[in-house]
């Protein structure tokens, strides 16, 4: 069985810094493009960053220059490093392998970050 556990999230105030993991099991993540999403609550699942096999990366906007996707196929592991966070960046974060036949998703863990 797919499964995958997300960690690091937490409460922290306007400027900190947070690094969340995503850890795969029943699952090599190798050859999967991984994705970071977030859901704040009363709105839509919102697409953060990727980071292909090959390690190109992409975000959205808003996290641009703040955000850093990585990913350690040894541990079966991708990381999303948050820097100078904003009260709009208050979700749950989720992550996400796509594979050409298959998505398979994480079950979030809460970044809340106060003013």
């Known amino acids: 069985q797919v499964q995958f556990a997300e960690s690091g999230g937490g409460l922290v105030q306007l400027g900190g810094t947070l690094r969340l993991s995503c850890t795969g099991s029943?699952?090599?993540?190798?050859?999967?493009?991984m994705a970071w999403y977030r859901q704040a609550p009363g709105k839509q699942r919102e697409y953060v960053a990727t980071i292909t096999l090959i390690l190109n990366t992409n975000y959205t906007d808003s996290v641009k220059g703040r955000f850093t996707i990585s990913r350690d196929n040894a541990k079966n592991t991708v990381y999303l490093q948050m820097n100078s966070l904003k009260p709009e960046d208050t979700a749950v974060y989720l992550c996400?392998?796509?594979?050409?036949?298959?998505?398979?998703w994480g079950q979030g863990t809460q970044v809340t970050v106060s003013s």
């Open positions: 029943g699952i090599t993540i190798r050859p999967y493009t």
């Open positions: 996400a392998a796509h594979g050409r036949y298959a998505t398979y």
